[in-house]
């Protein structure tokens, strides 16, 4: 198992960033311990569909200036890249201030596009999944993760980050693939870490996001950066430190069945400024539930939440209807019809949404779980 560096840190004041970023590097030896000179290095950043910085959405372009600095001090050739959903990546990249960091350092912010095949280990679930090129190619991959809580995943940071790798419409496809079970993207998730193999996870948690996350939570001041070389033992220690229940995180569960070690959580692994028993409080957290012992879909749908249309929000934009893989969606005149039956639960409609105009509600079943474990 690894350790997990907390440096806590309440604003992206760029000196204050950049010494909070240079401090949890040094826990670990330094940048110079991860890239050596010439190395091209992969920036992987959380842009999702591209949101003002503002919303928390996405990695702050101040960590990422940090980081790419650090980078070029010591010889490295570090790139900024990631892979929208359905959108233009340059116009995302733009409004998440991507591209003015790269614009400013001299250095490629680009997308991951290209797909090739994803080299993969004896405890696969998959073995046909596709990266861009870009991230094989790259002699290192250091992953900029932002903290976030996730409607289909319940959290998202250093293991669901790598997600992006996949390329664009490629993401929809495996959602579809995946279909209700959440263990089983959970797995593919892991498959995708293990074969990516980021070298360090920095996490950006300054300010991050609950509720409705990934993209129409609510701002929350985590006020940590943390860093690890292990971000499945960073993401389950910030499961337990937001609240959440292990037993409910699909990321663990996948990895418990795997007998992956990080699963027996050992407070000795959390170092820096907080400490193993910290808790923070007020986080909304999506309430899932685990499906393993009712691995059936009627069941899988009543045990979650559904996509819901505020219609008085929406403007007709049209995109959570294109990225549907599942096909359960249609859009007409600023009204959404949904078929329920059809619906995977993947909420990448709701990622997609630029208003926050699709939530969730909760299905029967997690209702009834909730009321009586409250
Ligand atoms: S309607 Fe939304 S949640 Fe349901 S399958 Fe389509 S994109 Fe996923
Ligand atoms: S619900 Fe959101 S994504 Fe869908 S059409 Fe309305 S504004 Fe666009």
Redesign the pocket.
């Known amino acids: 198992m690894g350790k997990v560096f907390f440096a806590r840190q309440n604003t992206y004041d760029q000196p204050e960033i950049d010494s909070a970023v240079k401090r949890v590097f040094d826990r670990f030896g330094g940048i110079s311990h991860f890239v050596k000179a010439g190395e091209r290095v992969l920036l992987k950043v959380n842009l999702v569909s591209g949101h003002d910085v503002t919303r928390r959405v996405t990695t702050d372009p101040s960590i990422v200036r940090a980081v790419a600095r650090m980078v070029l001090d010591a010889g490295g050739v570090p790139f900024i890249a990631d892979s929208p959903g359905i959108d233009s990546f340059q116009r995302a990249a733009e409004k998440a201030g991507f591209v003015q960091v790269a614009q400013e350092l001299g250095i490629e912010c680009r997308e991951l596009t290209d797909p090739v095949e994803l080299p993969h280990d004896d405890k696969a679930q998959f073995h046909r999944i596709s990266v861009s090129k870009y991230v094989l190619e790259a002699d290192k991959v250091i992953s900029l993760a932002k903290l976030k809580t996730h409607g289909q995943m319940y959290l998202t940071m250093g293991v669901k980050n790598l997600f992006g790798c996949v390329p664009g419409r490629l993401k929809a496809g495996w959602?579809y693939n995946v279909g209700l079970n959440r263990e089983r993207f959970a797995g593919l998730l892991l498959d995708i870490y293990a074969g990516v193999k980021p070298c360090f996870t920095l996490l950006d948690g300054v300010i991050g996001m609950h509720g409705d996350g990934p993209t129409s939570g609510d701002p929350y001041d985590y006020g940590i950066i943390a860093g690890t070389q292990d971000a499945l033992t960073m993401d389950f220690w910030l499961c337990k430190m937001l609240g959440g229940r292990l037993e409910d995180y699909p990321l663990y569960l996948a990895a418990k069945k795997r007998g992956y070690s990080q699963c027996e959580l050992d407070p000795s692994d959390v170092e820096g400024d907080i400490s193993a028993d910290w808790s923070y409080s007020g986080v909304r957290i999506p309430k899932t539930r685990s499906m393993r012992l009712v691995p059936i879909p009627f069941v899988e749908r009543l045990m979650t939440s559904r996509?819901v249309h505020i219609p008085e929000r929406c403007i007709g934009c049209g995109r959570c209807a294109a990225?549907?893989a599942?096909g359960?969606?249609r859009h007409e005149n600023k009204r959404l019809y949904?078929d329920y039956g059809k619906?995977?639960?993947?909420?990448?409609?709701?990622e997609m949404c630029p208003v926050k105009a699709i939530e969730f509600k909760e299905g029967l079943l997690v209702r009834l779980a909730n009321f009586f474990t409250r």
């Open positions: 959602h996509p990225v549907c599942a359960a969606l949904f619906c995977i639960r993947c909420y990448c409609c709701h």
